[in-house]
């Protein structure tokens, strides 16, 4: 019988304690032995905890995990940096294989862990940190190995993909949707880190790292997250056949890596469009693969503990050959913030009534040669109008200009939202 630590026993900890006991006997099976929980830290041990039939015992005291001998395997299910990060080099320190859902300290500090690892012969697995129950690290690393991967460009927040889904679907504004997303399981503990971008920017430095062999750091990342998106954009989007994803994109571009988190207006066919609610989807473009996509969902109790309980599975059949979780990032190539490529850019804008406004903000594009395809009025009242104006392929650094620029002439500030369009597949922008 391999004995099974959990440290953390809320959203991911739970399912993972409930998966092992619900389906003991065929997880037996087909792991090679009987994995048992010998026990659970937690903050709070008076907690009330529905865990379905697991009765792990309670502790408080990491001690009673680290220094069990007869203990092999600790799952971490805390969350954020600290306690986690130095419990999880305790562990691997004293020989325990490591299994953890936790993309900011697998993100921020992979290297020192994979260090740790290897001294003590350990393995560390993270298949549930990314794309929830969505397989992708192993996919990554071991099936697609043969490939040059060129782009992976993915919807991996699980949260902001749910408001986005029910802004789109139901007209809700923002703020409404984030409390259901957390009563859902979904978000992290400050739900900041779903919503500006952060959480999806962390799990693309995870897979960008193994995808391209280098060390990516979520600080590498250009991340803007969702929180100025309004149910008026998801409508505009509709209207312009489109949808708004946030989307996580990192590509080779001459021997560097670029990597960005952004909303992007998706047209309604793009592989990545049809993602909805907490679902996840991870597009992978390599030679000779071609196009491979992974889709299902990205967060919740059941779909990380999947994960995660395959990771303790993988563990549990592989433990003697501790090689098998080596770090993949043993080359060290340039990593450039931002996506770089021209694309048509959306733009929504209000504008003072009078003095030529709209004239001016034109003009501004046009001595900034952004060429506009569209310009269109939404709405007006006694302060102004709203607009919403499509440019044709652009750097965006000259859109945004173009945008400070007019709204200097007018005297004031005009940009509501500035979107990337998206054509086909990533990569395809006309
Ligand atoms: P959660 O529901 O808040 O659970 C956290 C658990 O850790 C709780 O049981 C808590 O104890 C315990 N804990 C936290 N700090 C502790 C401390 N200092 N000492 C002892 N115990 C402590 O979080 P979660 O949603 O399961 O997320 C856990 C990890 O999985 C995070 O890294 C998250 O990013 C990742 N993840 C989550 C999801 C998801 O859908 N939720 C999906 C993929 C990955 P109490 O119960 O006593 O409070
Ligand atoms: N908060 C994360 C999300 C959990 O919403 O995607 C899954 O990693």
Redesign the pocket.
Known sequence: MVRVAL???????GGVAELLAQHQEDIARRAGEGIEVAAA????PA?ARALNGATPRLT?DPEEILGDKSISIVVE????EE?ALSLLKKALRRGKHVVT????VVSAHGQELFEAAMIHRCHLLFE??VG?GIPIIAPLKHCLAANEIDEVSAVIN?TTNFILTEMTVRGQDFAEVLGEAQAR??A??DPSADVDGLDAARKLAILASIAFNTRVTPAQVSTAGIRSVRAADTRYATELGRVIKLVATARRENGAVRVVVAPVMLPKDHPLAAVNGPDNAVLVRGQPVGRVVFSGPG??RGA?ASAVVGDIMEIVRLRNRPDKSQCTCFTSRPVVAGDGRPAPFYARVRLPDGHGALERLTAAFAARSVALASVTRKSADTSGYEFVLVTRPADEGAVRAAIADGAADIGGSVALNVFRMEDGEMGTSR
């Open positions: 440290m953390g026993l809320g959203t991911v900890g830290l937690v903050r709070d907690k408080t299910a805390m969350g954020g306690p859902a936790n993309k900011e549930g940190s929830g699980g399981g979904y992290e503990a967060a919740g990380t």
